[in-house]
């Protein structure tokens, strides 16, 4: 594979997990990360969830929670989800603090609010971008179905992005055939990208639905 690719969730669980584990799966160079202050599961009720630091192994909350109530969280997928999460990498990890990871040419995030808070990292971060990164928002509901749903569309656009010899190219043509394909309209709209006065470079950015391209094309910028 050409490309390498970051799956962005709220706590590196479900969503991002589900398609990090089904593109490892096909030999795609990816990772996956949360953008939350902590790693959020279900409780015994919406007001009593558990909590955990980023970084807690998948092992470590499987086991607390088998402690806790094995029935619950094995009849609501948790238990399962987490056995899954830790056959696919140790932990979960944050995407505010993934710098040392190295830098990617695409990065999808699965709801609104998690694409506005990986797009305000890219924008704050000490360093500008040399490479062209695509942002892509597709929204899944979080749940164990919808995220299935979710990592089989990923995949596809994924294949579509490796396919071709230049995305950058090819976008528009890419989003036009996911659209007719899977019903899912995908307007497009374009705003600029805020410029880094401090070093004086100028920044595009050129988003596609919640599919944001962000591009500068002189200084490297770790992501």
Known sequence: MKLRYAMVCSSNQNRSMEA??????????????????????????????????????YKQMFDDLRRKDPELYKRNGILPMLKRNSGVKLAPQRWQDNA?????????TFEEK?????????HNRE???????????????????????GARLTL??????????????NIDSIVA??????????????KPQCTDLRKGLRD????????????NDRISHDI
């Open 20 to 57: 990090h584990s089904l593109l490892k799966r096909q030999g795609f160079d990816v990772c996956s990360y949360g953008t939350g202050a902590h790693v959020k599961l279900p409780g015994p009720s919406l007001r009593e969830p558990n909590v955990y630091e980023f970084g807690t192994p």
């Open 100 to 108: 040392s990871d190295g830098s990617f040419d695409v990065v999808f």
């Open 156 to 169: 596809d656009l994924c294949q579509e992005l490796e396919a071709t010899d230049s995305w950058e190219e």
């Open 204 to 215: 595009a950015l050129r988003c596609k639905s919640r599919n944001e391209v962000i591009r």
């Open 177 to 190: 055939a996911f659209e007719r394909q899977h019903r899912r309209k995908l307007p497009l709209r374009i």
């Open 127 to 149: 360093h500008v971008l040399m490479k062209t990164v695509l942002v892509i928002n597709l929204e899944v509901k979080d749940n164990h179905e919808e995220a299935a749903v």
């Open 114 to 122: 998690v694409f506005d808070m990986a797009i305000e990292d890219l």
